[in-house]
C-alpha cells in the first residue's frame, strides 16, 4: 500500500516569540509551498499557533501542537485542551520523550493513552512519539518497549481511528545527539515493533495504513537515505527545522 509521506517540523521550545517565528517563516515559506509529495506539518510553540494558524491557511502547510491535555477544561495549571486546539491546528504531537516519564512532566503509558484518545475525540490527528533510550537499546530490549509503547497508547481506541493516526519513532539517543539511527535500524524497528504490535492489535490492513515516521537528528544530509526505507513514511524533525536548510531537507524527503 503506498502511503503518503509525512514531514513534521517540531520546533519544541524555540520561535516562540511572534516576530523572530515570523521572520523564520519569511525564510521558508515560499520554498516550502513549492514542494509537493510530501504532507508537511509545522509544531511552533504554543504562543505563536494562531499567528500560524493565519500565516499557514494559504499554503500548503498544516498546523500542529505540541501537546494536549486529555481533559476539555479545569483546575490544570498552564495545559491547553484538546478543544482550544480544535479550530486551530490540524495535528498535535504526544507522547514526546521530552514529556514522557524520561523527560520533564513525568507523562506515564496511561496518560499519553487519554491524550491520544481525547485528541481523536476532537478531531486532531496524534502524531505519537515513542523510542528506547540508550540503556534498553544496548540491552536488546527496544523491540519488546517500543511495542509495548503502542500497545499501551492504543488501549481502547477503535480501528478507524488507530488508522489516521501518526507514528514517530524517536529513538531517544538519537535526539539532538547527531547520531541517527541507522536507516535499517528504524526500518526494522518500525515493522517489525511498531507495525507488528499494530497488526497484533487491529490487523494487517490497519498496520499498514498508519504512516510511521522516523526522528532524531534528521539532517539534510540523511533523509534520503531514511525516505528509502519502505517502513518509513517521514520524519519529525528537531533542530534541523530551525534551519533555512529544511526547505532543502523537505524537497529531498519529497523527492523519494
Ligand atoms: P532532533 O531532530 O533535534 O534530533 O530532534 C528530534 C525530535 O525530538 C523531534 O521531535
Excluded at 5 to 14: D, E, S, T, Y
Excluded at 97 to 109: C, F, M, V, W
Excluded at 127 to 136: D, R, V
Excluded at 183 to 202: F, K, M, Q
Amino acid at each position: 500500500m503506498a502511503r503518503r509521506p509525512i514531514l513534521v517540523a517540531n520546533w519544541k521550545m524555540n520561535l516562540g516569540r511572534s516576530d523572530e517565528a515570523l521572520a523564520f517563516f519569511r525564510k521558508i515559506r515560499s520554498g516550502l509551498n513549492e514542494i509537493k509529495g510530501v504532507d508537511l506539518v509545522i509544531c511552533p510553540p504554543t504562543t505563536v499557533l494562531h499567528q500560524f494558524a493565519e500565516l499557514l491557511a494559504p499554503t500548503r502547510i498544516a498546523l500542529g501542537a505540541q501537546n494536549a491535555h486529555w481533559e476539555e477544561q479545569g483546575a490544570h495549571t498552564g495545559e491547553i485542551s484538546p478543544v482550544m486546539l480544535a479550530g486551530v491546528c490540524q495535528y498535535v504531537i504526544l507522547g514526546h520523550s521530552e514529556r514522557r516519564a524520561t523527560g520533564s512532566n513525568q507523562e506515564t503509558d496511561e496518560a499519553i493513552n487519554r491524550k491520544l484518545k481525547a485528541a481523536l475525540t476532537h478531531g486532531l490527528t496524534p502524531i505519537l512519539c515513542l523510542g528506547e533510550n540508550l540503556e534498553q537499546n544496548r540491552a536488546g530490549q527496544t523491540d519488546a518497549f517500543v511495542s509495548g509503547q503502542v500497545r499501551a497508547a492504543f488501549q481502547d481506541v477503535e480501528a478507524s481511528l488507530a488508522a489516521s493516526c501518526i507514528i514517530a519513532y524517536e529513538p531517544i539517543w538519537a535526539i539532538g545527539t547527531g547520531e541517527s539511527a541507522s536507516p535499517a535500524d528504524a526500518n526494522r524497528v518500525i515493522g517489525l515493533s511498531v507495525r507488528g504490535a499494530l497488526a497484533e492489535i487491529y490487523g494487517e490492513d490497519v498496520a499498514q495504513q498508519v504512516r510511521v515516521q522516523y526522528g532524531g537528528s534528521v539532517t539534510p544530509e540523511n533523509i534520503s537515505a531514511f525516505m528509502a526505507m519502505p517502513e518509513v513514511d517521514g520524519a519529525l524533525v528537531g533542530g534541523a527545522s530551525l534551519k533555512p536548510q529544511f526547505v532543502e531537507l523537505a524537497r529531498r524527503a519529497a523527492a523519494d
